[in-house]
Nanobody
Framework: QVQLVESGGGLVQAGGSLRLSCAASGKIFRTDTMGWYRQGPGKQRELVALMFGGGMTNYGDSVKGRFTISRDNAKNTVYLQMNSLKPEDTNVYYC?????????WGQGTQVTVFS
């Protein structure tokens, strides 16, 4: 069983930055894939950023060049540094962990960007 707890969301002006954190507990391995998705009202959950066990990353097109995912294996924590935020980045951000074929999600953290 894996538990994921996100933090770091909040209210920020357009052009600003936020850093989200996702602390994982339970059976976590360095080879697990971890990452971030986001979902707005009435919309499908979409990929923001993923980091695979080997360190390779994948980003959604709308955040490339602005967001950076990183991971601290010693702390079982994955981060999302979000720069140059735009109002359209306003969403609930969810942490995801894929381990041994099972998928776990965090409870989500709200990010609101105002112009």
């Amino acid at each position: 069983q894996v538990q994921l707890v996100e933090s770091g969301g909040g209210l920020v002006q357009a052009g600003g930055s936020l850093r989200l954190s996702c602390a994982a507990s339970g059976k976590i391995f360095r080879t697990d894939t971890m990452g971030w998705y986001r979902q707005g009202p009435g919309k499908q959950r979409e990929l923001v950023a993923l980091m695979f066990g080997g360190g390779m990353t994948n980003y959604g097109d709308s955040v490339k060049g602005r967001f950076t995912i990183s991971r601290d294996n010693a702390k079982n924590t994955v981060y999302l540094q979000m720069n140059s935020l735009k109002p359209e980045d306003t969403n609930v951000y969810y942490c995801k962990c894929l381990t041994f074929g099972s998928v776990y999600w965090g409870q989500g953290t709200q990010v609101t960007v105002f112009s």
